[in-house]
């Protein structure tokens, strides 16, 4: 579901960039959705009694929802239209936030959706000058069985190179924090750990960052 001209629908408030949030907050809230305590772009709730509930998530003018019923994701439908005007429904959702959706329906009626993030893995490898790699892996600094703290702290002494190690090393630990959240749990324990040397970097921490990669 998409909001068009979002940011026109709501009262613009001196010094506050936040209205559009505010007033589509205010919308799911009058919905009887609740917003989830730690996930603020997350609501739920129960639109029909007797039916499964609702997940919507909002970003921007963005809305995606499910139900495991239709006729609750219809009612949603409905009273957005009522609260808002000129909403266009885009479908099933098949790319959200950089991640991907693909939907698979059995025989039996069982949905499953995979997610993946291809292109953002693909434009990191790119960022990271790992395009060029061939399949078998270098040896590195990281290495299974050596902790990631043992390696040797050794930051470039000319000041630009120590920045431009730092800004590098802490952009492919964002990157990969973000694909760890998202749809790569597998390498949470690494990047938590690689994560706590970003004011310290070494050339060996940035290339234990790129091996994860």
């Not at 499910?66 to 790319?95: C, N, P, Q, W």
């Not at 698979?104 to 693909?122: W, Y």
């Amino acid at each position: 579901m998409d909001v068009k001209q979002a940011f026109c629908q709501s009262t613009l408030p001196p010094n506050d960039p936040q209205h559009w949030y505010k007033k589509a907050k205010k919308i799911l809230e009058e919905l009887v959705l609740t917003q989830y305590p730690n996930s603020p772009c997350l609501f739920h709730g129960t639109l029909i009694e007797g039916e499964p509930h609702i997940c919507v998530g909002l970003y921007v003018k963005n809305i995606a929802y499910y139900s495991l019923s239709d006729a609750v994701e219809k009612k949603f439908k409905e009273r957005m239209a009522e609260k808002v005007s000129a909403i266009k429904l885009m479908g099933t959702v098949s790319h959200f936030l950089g991640i991907k959706f693909q939907w698979k329906v059995d025989n039996e009626g069982e949905i499953t959706c995979c997610l993946s993030q291809g292109a953002f893995i693909d434009n990191l490898i790119q960022l990271a000058q790992l395009e060029n790699l061939q399949n078998s892996t270098p040896p590195t600094p990281y290495y299974n069985g050596l902790p990631v703290d043992v390696i040797k702290n050794k930051p470039p002494t000319d000041i630009v190179e120590h920045q431009t190690l730092e800004t590098t090393y802490r952009f492919i630990i964002g990157s990969l924090n973000w694909l760890a959240i998202s749809t790569h749990p597998d390498i949470s324990t690494i990047t938590n750990l690689l994560a706590q040397h970003q004011n310290k970097v070494s050339k060996a921490h940035l290339t234990s960052a790129r091996y994860v990669v």
